[in-house]
């Protein structure tokens, strides 16, 4: 591209306020801080838990080796294993 300098830009990407609500990967919403402020407070237990949260990564780690590697993954054997 022409006129484009090089390193890094800021550009403001609009965000449906839909998806915002939702969570979708830009980070925690306003109603995932008031869920979490009342765990702290005791008020509610928490929804998802700690396993959890390390099995979505499992996935999306296997997810990105298959894609980068055209391999199948099955996440009941082997390194990718979630049996636990």
């Known amino acids: 591209m022409q ?3 090089p390193g890094p830009r ?3 990407i609009p965000v449906d306020p839909l998806l915002l609500d939702a ?3 830009n980070g925690s ?3 995932q801080h008031q869920k979490f402020l009342a765990v ?3 008020q509610q237990a928490v929804e998802v838990s700690l396993t959890d949260g390390l099995k979505a990564v499992v996935i999306g780690l ?3 080796h ?3 590697t055209g391999e199948r993954i099955d996440l009941t054997r082997d390194d990718w294993a979630l049996n636990w």
């Open 10 to 12: 800021l550009l403001e």
């Open 40 to 42: 702290l407070q005791g």
């Open 66 to 68: 298959s894609a980068q």
């Open 23 to 25: 969570g979708d990967h």
């Open 3 to 5: 006129g484009t300098q």
């Open 62 to 64: 296997a997810a990105e």
């Open 29 to 31: 919403t306003f109603y």
